[in-house]
């Protein structure tokens, strides 16, 4: 299977993915955690995301379209991969198209994951990510066990910099202009299974693998 997950900031394509990915296996790629990994670790990507990263904004397609086209060549995405935040805009759409074209490959499916920018505002803001895994909760909808403790390894739950309510504002307004239109891009092609994303975690959940699920019958 490979797929897109598409949808506004905080339409819950990471949640989503945990669960797709513990379903069907593939391998979960997400342009936000290699980016984020990248800052982490100073290299000379992350030094240049930073600045993008902490305004809201997208990080340059050139840099990213490389880091992702590099990470899907390794051996865990030869069965198939989840993509989550790429691509974001036309430049990048079309970059993945030929890179997938130059292996006899292409997309099966793109999720769209449909949500009102007003609900992904409180979902952003009542987000916790774990410091040390990346394990996603909400001290509203999706709480750990422990108040501040990732179930999954103990580590610190953190607000992520780029939830602070301004900037997420800036995110919502980048992804109307600069990546919306992957909605049409998508349908012309045939490609696009759209899924209600405002309902609960676990329907949410459920309709992405019914979808995927349908996909695979499909083919
Ligand atoms: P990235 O990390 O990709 O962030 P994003 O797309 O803004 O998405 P989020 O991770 O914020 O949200 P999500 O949809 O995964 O929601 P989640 O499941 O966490 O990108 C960060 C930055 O990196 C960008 O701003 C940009 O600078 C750069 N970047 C990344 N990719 C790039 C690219 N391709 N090109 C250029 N730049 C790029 O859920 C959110 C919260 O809601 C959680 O608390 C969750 O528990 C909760 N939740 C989820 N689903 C539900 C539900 N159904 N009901 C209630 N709560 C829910």
Redesign the pocket.
Known sequence: MRLVLL???????????ETLVATYGAAHV????L??AAVADGTDLGVK?KA??DA??????DL?VAM?VERLAADDCRAGFLL??????EV?AEALDAALAEHDASLDGVLY?AVDAEV?IG??T???TCADCGR???V???KPAVEGVCDACSGRLIV?P??EPETVRQ?IE??GRQTMSLVTYYDDRGLLIRVD?????D??RSAAVAAVAGLASAG
Do not use: E, I
């Open positions: 949808g506004l900031p905080g339409a819950g394509k990471g949640t989503v993915a997400s342009s936000g955690d980016l984020r995301a993008f990263m809201g904004d997208l990080v340059p397609d990213v992702v989550d935040g790429f691509p974001r805009t990048q994951l992904v979902r952003l009542a987000r916790r996603v909760y909400n509203v909808t999706l992520r780029d939830d995110r980048v992804y994303a405002d309902t609960t975690v329907a949410v």
